[in-house]
C-alpha cells in the first residue's frame, strides 16, 4: 500500500488563449485530477497573470496531499515560440510555470514546455510522433510534427496578422457582418440580434436596447451600429473570438450570412492544412474549441480534406498529450 501511495505523478498542462488546463495523472497515465485556469497564451498575456492562471489550474488538480509526489511536468503553450526572451514565448512560459509550480509547493520535479500543437498531436490515439495539427480555438495553426518536433508550421500570426478562420476571425466577421446590414451594405441577417444582445444582455431595471429592423430609419440603426462598435473597441481585441458563438447560434438557425462565414472559416482552415503538403495516411490531429469532438467546424473541415487520405483525430484538449509527454521526462 505504500508502494502504491509513493508511486510518482506527472502532470500535464495544456495552455490556451481562452484557458488553461492541467490534468494530475499516473506514471501508466491514468487520470487523478483535473483543473482549469485562465488565458495561457505565452505572447499575449502578462507574466503574473499568466503564473496565477496556471498555478489556479494546478491548485485544482493536484490536491496538496499529493504535490510532494509530482516528479515531470509538461506544458504545451500557445504562443510558445523560441528566441523571444524570458518576457514572450516560450522562455516565458517556462518560466510561469516552474512559477506556478513553487507556488503549490511542487518542486524538484522535471519541467519542460512546448506549443499547443505538440500537446494536440500527442493526444491523438497512440500519441504519434509524426504528424499534421491543426488547432482552430481562439486562435489558429497548423504544423507537421517530425519526432515530436515542428517542422512546418502554418499561420498562428495572431489575432491583428493571421489566425484565418479562428474564433477571433469569425467573431470578427460576425461583428462586421451586423454592422453592414445596419448601414446597408450587406443584408439582413440574425447576427443584428445576436451581436447586440452579446454586447447589451438584458439586466435587472435596465430595459434591452431598442434593436431595429431591416426597414428601420436611417438613425435607430445607426445609433445601434455606433454602439456596437464602441462596446468593441472598449475591449480587447482578442475578446471578440466571444462571438464566434454568435455565428454559430445564427447558423444553426439557418442564417445564410452565418452559414457563408462558417463555410469560408472553414476554407481557410482547409487551406491552412494543404500548405503543410498534407501525404496520404499521415494522422491529423484537431484540436480547439471550433474543431475538437463536436465542434462548429469539425465536419465542414473534414469534409474539404476528404480525398486526402488523412487519419483525423479530433482531440478534446490537449491534457492527454501533456501527460504522455510529461511521462518521458519520468
Do not use: Q
Amino acid at each position: 500500500m505504500n508502494e502504491i501511495h509513493n508511486r510518482p505523478l506527472v502532470v500535464g498542462v495544456d495552455a490556451g488563449g481562452t484557458r488553461s488546463r492541467a490534468c494530475l495523472a499516473a506514471p501508466d497515465g491514468t487520470v487523478l485530477g483535473r483543473g482549469t485556469g485562465g488565458p495561457g497564451n505565452a505572447l499575449s498575456v502578462a507574466r503574473a497573470d499568466l503564473t496565477r492562471h496556471l498555478a489556479a489550474a494546478i491548485a485544482e488538480a493536484v490536491p496538496a496531499a499529493e504535490r510532494h509526489r509530482v516528479r515531470a511536468v509538461f506544458g504545451g503553450f500557445a504562443g510558445a515560440a523560441d528566441g523571444l526572451g524570458t518576457e514572450r514565448g516560450r522562455g516565458l512560459a517556462l518560466a510561469c510555470l516552474k512559477d506556478a509550480l513553487a507556488a503549490n509547493g511542487v518542486t524538484g520535479a522535471a519541467v519542460d514546455v512546448g506549443g499547443d500543437t505538440d500537446v494536440a498531436l500527442a493526444s491523438a490515439t497512440g500519441a504519434p510522433a509524426d504528424g499534421l495539427v491543426l488547432i482552430a480555438g481562439t486562435g489558429a495553426i497548423a504544423s507537421r510534427l517530425t519526432d515530436r518536433r515542428r517542422t512546418a508550421v502554418v499561420d498562428g500570426h495572431g489575432w491583428l496578422l493571421g489566425d484565418e478562420g479562428s474564433g477571433y476571425w469569425l467573431g470578427a466577421h460576425a461583428v462586421r457582418a451586423a454592422l453592414e446590414a445596419l448601414d446597408g451594405r450587406g443584408p439582413w441577417t440574425l447576427l443584428v440580434a445576436k451581436v447586440a444582445a452579446h454586447y447589451f444582455p438584458p439586466a435587472a431595471g435596465r430595459p434591452p436596447y431598442p434593436l431595429p429592423g431591416p426597414s428601420a430609419p436611417f438613425e435607430a440603426r445607426d445609433a445601434l451600429g455606433e454602439a456596437i462598435v464602441a462596446r468593441a473597441y472598449g475591449r480587447p481585441a482578442p475578446r471578440l473570438a466571444l462571438l464566434s458563438r454568435a455565428a454559430v447560434e445564427a447558423a444553426d438557425e439557418g442564417d445564410a450570412v452565418a452559414l457563408r462565414l462558417l463555410d469560408r472559416a472553414a476554407d481557410l482552415l482547409a487551406g491552412t492544412v494543404r500548405a503543410l503538403r498534407p501525404r496520404a495516411g499521415e494522422p491529423l490531429a484537431m484540436a480547439g474549441g471550433l474543431l475538437g469532438p463536436d465542434g462548429p467546424l469539425l465536419s465542414r473541415v473534414t469534409a474539404r480534406l476528404d480525398g486526402l487520405g488523412l487519419r483525423v483525430f479530433p482531440v478534446a484538449d490537449g491534457t492527454a498529450g501533456a501527460v504522455a509527454l510529461a511521462r518521458t521526462l519520468l
